[in-house]
């Protein structure tokens, strides 16, 4: 067997794997009927219009589009001035701020769900809705830690030192300087913690999830009483938003460069 | 400008706000959560602060004996069925042409982000009788009549293959582009046929690789919480399960903190495993 014959295989099988659950939901998502039935009956878009005719749903899509915006300006807010720092500065200790960024992402989220569910309601603030933006700006703030930490490895010290000898001081060149270079970094890590939280579930429910429904809750909490295609045109949706998201990212960015790998030959 | 030392105490200004926010909403409710879980635990949802081990000797028991088994074993298996899969893949795709790849990324992230709300959904719907797979089945004349294939072990382990896979294949195709490709150049030209070439050369070099991506890939499945609820029965709960009931539903947090600390033990020993396998790697 060739290689090539191989890897159009492995591929194929690999795709139609990825892809079954979505064909099945995206099939489900636009039944004529108000149940699940595959191949669907008939052809009908209400689904997708109920989402925003709907009260609650429309609700929990305003709800989850508002955190997922805060929450990512949240974590790129702490992101920015630590990966700043540790690119300015050389005060290896700091590292313990960014392995602190990194830990909520390691540990299972249940963990940092936990956590934050014990300290809301030890200081009180628990069901508070602000309470879930900041829950999500520490769990996500891995993302623009990495995206941001790659962007200041990738900036020509020299270029920062022309600078410096002509006179400019460290505010200068942070305007007219770095924030130019870095920019597309601050936005990729922006967007992978929006998509993210987005999707984001048990952070929300452990924050929040009796006082503010988010997308991924009411989901959740709607499967209780059955499935019923408004859940399949969300989930359609969430999907397309991520393929948007990443697909511009890749367009204006460097995406496998991005992802760890380190040239981006051909 | 080389990166130098701070010296004013105005250098530090930027360290301040990352800073106060990890340490007050991150280290703070750590801290919480493992005093909590020696609290006493009060009927009625309460607790009283304390020094106690209840909560520990309780996870002891053979029942959560019996679930972390089995939480251990299922994140296992996923992880050994995605490296198994994921590995050979991620090498074929850190060796196709570019747009190629680029398109893969796009779609791996965008699965990878998906909510485990909407994976548990979306399976339980392809798996169910009226509007799942064995509806094809049925219409290509292989099944008289369709049948639900949730919830069991085999959905469960679907379900979370699916959601790791993506995981897997992230991990390792910055190891996959970095491969030298003048290695397999060699064996090709010593005759060697590419299967062979890239089971006794790529896979040899990457060994510590698979290894660190299997620990990631295990702990990554261990955080599963919602697949096994909505594709498994009771008995099919894994520990994130159970910290998650514990803590919203049986209103016991003193029990669900306990063995939310077992569980980060357990992460962090595995994630400083990784960490060990991967440096040796680097540098060999």
Redesign the interface.
């Known amino acids: 067997?060739?290689?090539k014959l191989?890897?159009r295989i492995?591929?194929t099988l690999?795709a139609l794997?990825?892809a079954?659950?979505?064909i099945?939901?995206a099939?489900?998502s636009v039944n004529a009927q108000r149940?699940?039935?595959?191949?669907p009956a008939g052809f009908s878009a209400r689904w997708y219009g109920e989402i925003f005719t709907d009260a609650a749903w429309r609700g929990a899509l305003t709800a989850s589009v508002t955190v997922a915006a805060l929450s990512a300006a949240?974590a790129v807010?702490?992101?920015f001035?630590?990966s700043?720092?540790l690119?300015?500065?050389?005060?290896p200790w700091?590292r313990v701020?960014q392995m602190?960024?990194t830990?909520?992402f390691?540990?299972?989220?249940?963990?940092t769900?936990?956590?934050?569910?014990?300290?809301w309601?030890?200081v009180g603030a628990y069901g508070q809705p602000w309470t879930v933006v900041?829950?999500h700006?520490?769990f996500f703030?891995t993302l623009p830690l990495v995206t941001l930490s790659l962007g200041f490895a990738s900036i020509d010290?020299a270029l920062?030192?022309a600078?410096?000898t002509m006179g400019a001081d460290d505010r200068t060149?942070l305007r007219t300087i770095v924030l130019p270079l870095i920019r597309p970094y601050i936005v990729s890590g922006f967007a992978f913690a929006f998509?993210?939280s987005?999707?984001?579930?048990?952070v929300a429910?452990?924050t929040v999830?009796f006082t503010l429904e988010t997308?991924?809750i009411k989901?959740?909490n709607s499967?209780r009483y059955g499935?019923t295609p408004t859940?399949?045109a969300v989930?359609i949706l969430?999907?397309a938003v991520?393929?948007l998201v990443?697909?511009l990212i890749?367009r204006f960015g460097d995406?496998?460069k991005l992802?760890?790998?380190?040239?981006?030959r051909? | 400008m080389r990166a130098d030392a701070p010296k004013r105490a105005a250098d530090y200004a930027p360290l301040a706000f990352p800073a106060l926010m990890l340490t007050v909403f991150f280290v703070v409710p750590f801290g919480i959560m493992v005093m909590v879980s020696f609290f006493q635990r009060q009927p009625g949802g309460f607790y009283t602060p304390d020094f106690v081990f209840s909560s520990y000797e309780r996870f002891l028991s053979a029942f959560f004996g019996g679930v972390l088994g089995f939480s251990l074993g299922l994140a296992a298996l996923v992880a050994v069925i995605c490296v198994a899969v994921g590995f050979p893949f991620a090498y074929e795709l850190a060796r196709t042409r570019r747009r190629v790849q680029v398109a893969w990324l796009v779609a791996l992230l965008a699965v990878l982000s998906l909510s485990e709300v909407i994976i548990g959904f979306a399976w339980s719907t392809l798996l169910s009788r009226t509007a799942g797979i064995s509806n094809l089945l049925v219409w290509l004349g292989l099944m008289e009549k369709p049948t639900a294939l949730t919830p069991n072990f085999g959905a469960v382990l679907t379900g979370m293959v699916y959601q790791a896979f993506p995981y897997t294949v992230l991990v390792l195709y910055p190891a996959m582009a970095r491969l030298d490709p003048t290695l397999m150049e060699a064996s090709r030209t010593l005759g060697a046929h590419p299967l062979r070439a890239f089971l006794t050369v790529v896979v040899p070099a990457l060994r510590n690789t698979i290894l660190a991506t299997f620990i990631m890939v295990f702990v990554f499945a261990l955080g599963s919480y919602l697949l096994p609820q909505l594709l498994g029965r009771p008995q099919h709960w894994t520990l994130s399960v159970l910290i998650t009931d514990q803590a919203v539903y049986q209103s016991n947090l003193p029990f669900a903190a306990a063995m939310a600390v077992f569980l980060v033990l357990v992460t962090l020993s595995l994630v400083g495993l990784a960490l060990l396998v991967g440096r040796k790697e680097s540098a060999a």
């Open positions: 067997m060739s290689g191989f890897r492995l591929f690999v794997f990825m079954a659950p979505l099945v939901i099939g489900v149940s699940l039935v595959f191949p949240v807010a702490i992101a001035p630590l700043w720092f690119w300015r500065r050389h005060a700091a701020f602190l960024g830990a909520p390691i540990l299972p989220p249940v963990i769900a936990l956590g934050f569910l014990t300290f309601t030890t900041v829950a700006g520490i703030v010290r920062v030192e600078a410096a060149i998509v993210l987005l999707n984001e579930y048990i429910y452990m999830g997308l991924p989901i959740f499967l499935y859940m399949a989930s969430f999907v991520a393929v990443f697909g890749a995406l496998p992802l760890g790998a380190w040239s981006s051909d």
